[in-house]
């Protein structure tokens, strides 16, 4: 019984690693639809969606169900609470993705982002990924070290975020008023599951050591 | 101990209903700092998320203490493992108000938003307020009726923020894009709120009858 626990708890942190891998292919995929303009894959992005709802539930369910069979202690209590936390996460991180694929949908035969901003979006596309990926490692492997590349990353993604806001103050935008809006909705979407990874990072950084980071290193969410 | 175990588990929904008091005179005053364009307004709510966030980290420290040394069973862990999810929503409502304090702050002595959104802006305002103090009624009084009152008020918003939209399309916005810009994101901070809002509802109905509600009457969050 006690062997069934521990592998029914380690199938909950894989699920969250596949959860991660899911949310990076829709980050991409959202990108690609948004950026050139590929109605299909935008579809496609909106109802995988459903699909990482459906294994948020079954996960959240699954570390409710330890939780209440198992009598957990304090290490296994605290991946599991952590669990339900970070499976929060990485949903809403899917539901943004969606909200991308939302807005290139809603614009097409249009791109919704303006020529003067597409390299803009490919970057903070990177940056999303890579942190999505980081976290999903720094789940799998418990490491600690790779979750400070969270950091360093989310400066970047905020610096993007930055010099879209340059470019739509004063009054030398070249663009339309929707595409400005399109702009600022864009851009939070992005820098919302950057900060939803730095999240994760933080909460396996706790299943390991017990300790949330703290200091001024550590943005908050 | 048992008795001291049961009071410790009502503290912390009575913790959750004063932070949902907090939040809603967040909203209120965040608002006031907005429309009225009162600076020291700003700043009150600005720093008083400080105190929710402070809140916020008893409460979750609270429930995995209680989880870790009482053995919760059935409906008790269901309302721990739930205070923890919804002490996450309130933080988060905290943060999306001083949000909507940093823009109104950020645009000081202008107010953010024109002439044609302010009476937009106040409904919203309302709404929110609402269905804040509607969430903290459900989770005093385990009221699942009360609930419902969600559903109908989170139309309301969905509707207001519709009619930003429908005047920043088209050609005919009058006034700038950073004002546009500022819309659409206050836009979508109140509209957060007002999902977290509904989350709050719905846990606290899965609290009561063990049961999520589901279906196309519950807008998902």
Redesign the interface.
Known sequence: MRELYRSELQEIVNDLVVMSDSVQIAVRDATTALLDVNLSVAERVISSDVRIDQVHDHVEYQA?SL??TQ?P??GE??TL?AS??MV?ELGRMGDLAAHVAKIARLRYPNRAVPDGLVENFRNMSSIAQDMVGIAGRVLAERDADEAEKLVTEDDQMDKLRSDQ?RM????D?PY???E??DV??LG?YYERIADHAVAIGKRTIYIITGEMPEGEDWPTT
Chains 1, 2 share one sequence.
């Not at 739509?168 to 009054?171: R, T």
């Open positions: 409710f939780m209440a009598g202690v304090a209590l605290r609470v339900i936390q929060a806001f739509m103050v004063g009054n935008w339309s008023v929707e400005a809006v600022a909705l939070r």
